[in-house]
């Protein structure tokens, strides 16, 4: 049975369209219906959503030859001329640095041991102390190692793990060394929640340590949201 929208309930989806010279055909070369879009528009989703032709959620009927597509039993060949669909060319370009993006917080709480640093040679020892001490963390030399709220006792640590010097109070926050390659933090087991230890000179407010979606995904997710509401059907 063919499925009409005058009598059930179609609804068709073109994400991201653009139609860059004001006309778009959509033929279902099963059925021969033709749908003739007469509007220039760049990068919207276009819906037929039953008896209703939307673009970014405005009903543009009268923009259309008033024609609807219908589909037939089993598959239905489509022939698209006149559009492009940016949103295929997202998805063909993707990579997962465009989705998440590391955050500038480098401790994590989950990587500690019991003890607490020496300040002279860079060892963990007492680890019945109460304190707990960071495993290594990667730095970069010439950056300004900030690490708040409190510092606590700071080691620095060549490529080879070997014990450079320690971070005073007076010189936190430290423009690294050239030769700097990790850090480890040692603090008490009331700092360990609010701890946070990043690269940078700006004065950066706490954020957890791991991973976040990045700006060009979250300006993606909005554009949608805001243009087009989420589909009962495909």
């Given at each position: 049975m063919?499925?009409?929208?005058?009598s059930?309930?179609?609804?068709?989806?073109?994400?991201y369209?653009?139609?860059?010279?004001?006309?778009?055909?959509?033929?279902n070369?099963?059925?021969?219906?033709?749908?003739?879009?007469?509007?220039?528009?760049?990068?919207?989703?276009?819906?037929?959503?039953?008896?209703?032709?939307?673009?970014?959620?405005?009903?543009?009927?009268?923009?259309?030859?008033?024609?609807?597509i219908?589909?037939?039993?089993?598959?239905?060949?489509?022939e698209?001329?006149?559009a492009?669909?940016?949103?295929?060319?997202f998805?063909?370009?993707f990579?997962?640095?465009?989705?998440?993006?590391?955050?500038y917080?480098?401790?994590?709480?989950?990587?500690?041991?019991?003890?607490?640093?020496?300040g002279?040679?860079?060892?963990?020892?007492?680890?019945?102390s109460?304190?707990?001490?960071?495993n290594?963390?990667?730095?970069?030399?010439?950056?300004?190692?900030q690490?708040?709220?409190?510092?606590?006792?700071?080691?620095?640590?060549d490529s080879?793990?070997?014990?450079?010097?320690q971070?005073?109070?007076?010189?936190?926050?430290?423009?690294?060394?050239?030769?700097?390659?990790?850090?480890?933090?040692?603090?008490?087991?009331?700092?360990?929640?609010?701890?946070?230890?990043?690269?940078?000179e700006?004065?950066?407010?706490?954020?957890?340590y791991?991973?976040?979606?990045t700006?060009s995904?979250?300006?993606l997710v909005?554009?949608?949201?805001?243009?087009?509401?989420?589909?009962?059907?495909?």
């Open positions: 063919t499925v009409e929208p005058e059930m309930y179609i609804s068709i989806l073109f994400y369209c653009s139609i860059p010279d004001g006309k778009m055909t959509v033929k070369l099963t059925t021969g219906d033709v749908l003739e879009v007469n509007r220039t528009t760049n990068r919207s989703h276009i819906r037929q959503d039953g008896m209703v032709f939307t673009i970014a959620g405005v009903n543009f009927f009268r923009d259309t030859n008033r024609k609807f219908s589909l037939a039993p089993g598959d239905n060949q489509f698209i001329t006149g492009t669909e940016d949103f295929k060319e998805v063909k370009t990579d997962g640095n465009r989705l998440i993006e590391k955050n917080n480098l401790f994590n709480k989950k990587d500690i041991v019991a003890g607490s640093l020496v002279t040679t860079g060892e963990v020892t007492n680890p019945d109460g304190f707990y001490t960071t290594f963390i990667e730095v970069i030399p010439g950056k300004r190692l690490i708040k709220p409190n510092q606590g006792v700071t080691v620095i640590y080879n793990y070997q014990y450079i010097q971070i005073s109070s007076a010189q936190h926050p430290m423009i690294l060394p050239p030769n700097a390659r990790y850090v480890r933090n040692t603090m008490g087991v009331n700092s360990i929640d609010g701890k946070y230890i990043y690269l940078g700006e004065d950066l407010p706490y954020i957890e791991g991973y976040s979606y700006p995904f979250k300006n909005k554009e949608i949201v805001t243009q087009f509401d989420v589909p009962r059907y495909i």
